[in-house]
């Protein structure tokens, strides 16, 4: 059995996608600082009979990922998949926003990517190659002024995504990128929360869209699963809009 990797799994995007993998026929090994979350997760992958292992850690801190590896390693099993979407927001004005909450948000959503790709990097290239699929963002293309380090942050990891991709494709490594628009989950909700009433901005995102709806994690976990496919065997250093038509639209 091939073993993937998701971060950001107690929720959201990442808990589908985790969940994916598994009923794809990975081992997923589910990895998130929510451990109320991550147990929620391990529980209904058990009773639904798939393959899934919750490890509580913070993908920004070096020790943590670290100790996180020595247990992949231990499985013995081929990483082959490393899906990374674990991340965080906070609304301000960018002349308002504190260094302690850009460092922060850099840190969690830009840092780990790095940190978690080095790490897998040379378990797969053991395991002859492998696919990393990162969760990017529609703000890395376009964008609003409250949230600006996390937009910085989704423009980097773009940007890195391509990097990685250039110096580890002979390596039989790919690197792509999923931008999502609206999905709706815990972070989009609280988004909504921020700005406004909670349903009438909801209801007021799925029609700004080409499908005129929001999205649901599912819609995303699908492109992920065939990123880290053979099927997409040819694709690297690409950034996936998976976005509902928001950025087609006038
Ligand atoms: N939901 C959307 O509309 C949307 C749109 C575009 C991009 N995205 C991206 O999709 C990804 C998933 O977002 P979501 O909407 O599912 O969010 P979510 O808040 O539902 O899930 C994010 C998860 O990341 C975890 N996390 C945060 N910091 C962590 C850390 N330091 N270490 C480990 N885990 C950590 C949280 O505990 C949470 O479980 C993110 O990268 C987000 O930027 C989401």
Same mark, same amino acid.
């Given at each position: 059995?091939?073993?993937?990797?998701?971060? @950001?799994?107690?929720? @959201?995007? =990442?808990?589908?996608?985790?969940?994916?993998?598994?009923? +794809?026929? /990975?081992?997923?090994?589910?990895? $998130?600082? #929510?451990?109320? =979350? =991550?147990?929620?997760?391990?529980?209904?992958?058990?009773?639904? *009979?798939?393959?899934?292992?919750?490890?509580?850690?913070?993908? +920004?801190?070096?020790?943590?990922?670290? #100790?996180?590896? +020595?247990?992949?390693?231990?499985?013995?099993?081929?990483?082959?998949?490393?899906?990374?979407?674990?991340?965080?927001?906070?609304?301000? #004005?960018?002349?308002?926003?504190?260094?302690?909450?850009? $460092?922060?948000?850099?840190?969690?959503?830009?840092?780990?990517?790095?940190?978690?790709?080095? &790490?897998?990097?040379?378990?797969?290239?053991?395991?002859?190659?492998?696919?990393?699929?990162?969760?990017?963002?529609?703000?890395?293309?376009?964008?609003?002024?409250?949230?600006?380090? /996390?937009?910085? %942050?989704?423009?980097?990891?773009?940007?890195?995504?391509?990097?990685?991709?250039?110096?580890?494709?002979?390596?039989?490594?790919?690197?792509?990128?999923?931008?999502?628009?609206?999905?709706?989950?815990?972070?989009?909700?609280?988004?909504?929360?921020?700005? =406004?009433?909670?349903?009438?901005? /909801?209801? &007021?995102? @799925?029609?700004?869209?080409?499908?005129?709806?929001? *999205?649901?994690?599912?819609?995303?976990?699908?492109?992920?699963?065939?990123?880290?496919?053979?099927?997409? %065997?040819?694709?690297?250093?690409?950034?996936?809009?998976?976005?509902?038509?928001?950025?087609?639209?006038?």
């Amino acid at each position: 059995m091939k073993l993937s990797l998701v971060t @950001g799994a107690a929720s @959201g995007i =990442g808990r589908e996608t985790a969940l994916q993998m598994a009923r +794809s026929g /990975y081992h997923c090994v589910a990895v $998130d600082v #929510n451990v109320e =979350g =991550g147990q929620a997760l391990a529980e209904e992958a058990l009773s639904g *009979g798939l393959s899934l292992t919750f490890v509580p850690a913070d993908v +920004s801190d070096d020790h943590e990922t670290d #100790n996180l590896f +020595s247990h992949l390693r231990d499985i013995k099993m081929p990483l082959t998949a490393l899906v990374n979407a674990a991340a965080i927001v906070t609304f301000n #004005n960018p002349e308002d926003i504190s260094l302690a909450d850009w $460092d922060r948000i850099i840190r969690v959503n830009l840092r780990s990517v790095w940190l978690m790709c080095n &790490k897998a990097r040379s378990l797969m290239a053991e395991s002859g190659g492998g696919a990393i699929v990162n969760i990017s963002s529609v703000h890395a293309w376009a964008t609003d002024n409250l949230v600006s380090p /996390y937009t910085a %942050s989704k423009g980097g990891i773009s940007a890195l995504t391509r990097a990685l991709a250039v110096a580890w494709g002979c390596q039989g490594i790919r690197v792509n990128a999923v931008l999502p628009g609206p999905i709706d989950t815990p972070l989009m909700r609280s988004n909504l929360r921020a700005v =406004g009433d909670e349903e009438e901005e /909801y209801a &007021k995102i @799925g029609a700004r869209l080409a499908l005129g709806r929001v *999205g649901q994690p599912i819609e995303i976990a699908h492109v992920v699963e065939f990123l880290c496919s053979m099927k997409a %065997s040819f694709v690297t250093g690409a950034e996936i809009l998976v976005d509902g038509g928001m950025l087609a639209h006038a």
